[in-house]
């Protein structure tokens, strides 16, 4: 999805709103990577989430998308292993 997103902005046929979220989006994640991997990502004690799902959802996006479920599978990783 992010692929055709930045495809479609070098074809100049993506919505910039939606470029920019998921820019947001994809740096939220890479602050996230670094957290957890220089140990400073606390734990989730199977109740705290990462605010991925809450982030898209902001947008609109239909519940059975395929980014929503990616965000899902990341949120249950994070509950359940860290």
Avoid: F, H
Avoid at 29 to 53: N, Y
């Amino acid at each position: 999805m992010a692929m055709k997103m930045v495809e479609g902005r070098l074809a100049n046929q993506t919505d910039p709103v939606a470029l920019g979220r998921l820019e947001d989006l994809l740096c939220g994640l890479r602050d996230l990577r670094e957290r957890a991997v220089s140990g400073d990502l606390g734990p989730s004690e199977g109740v705290l989430g990462l605010g991925l799902r809450y982030a898209i959802l902001d947008w609109g996006t239909p519940l059975d998308s395929e980014l929503l479920g990616i965000a899902d599978a990341i949120e249950s990783y994070y509950q359940k292993n860290l």
